[in-house]
């Protein structure tokens, strides 16, 4: 989903318009991620490995700062 240009919201606003236009509540996404720009190909579809590499970044640096390792990856970045 991408937002027009001049509006704003919040995760919580995002959650609470799937939880009313999506009637299947396994069909919910587990988490929402409000993010600049959406990696894009060369011919404009989502770059889908970006995407994971960004998840994989961030689950490894929260899972760093939960166990009192801060800094582990800054080179990796």
């Known amino acids: 989903?991408?937002?027009?240009?001049?509006?704003?919201?919040?995760?919580?606003?995002l959650a609470e318009f799937m939880r009313n236009e999506i009637g299947e509540r396994a069909a919910l996404p587990k988490g929402i991620r409000i993010i600049e720009t959406m990696p894009l190909t060369g011919v404009g579809k989502i770059f889908k490995p970006e995407l994971k590499r960004r998840e994989t970044v961030d689950a490894l640096l929260s899972a760093f700062a939960e166990?009192?390792?801060?800094?582990?990856?800054?080179?990796?970045?």
């Open 1 to 13: 989903m991408q937002l027009k240009p001049g509006a704003t919201a919040t995760e919580s606003d």
């Open 67 to 77: 166990a009192g390792i801060e800094g582990a990856l800054v080179h990796a970045v």
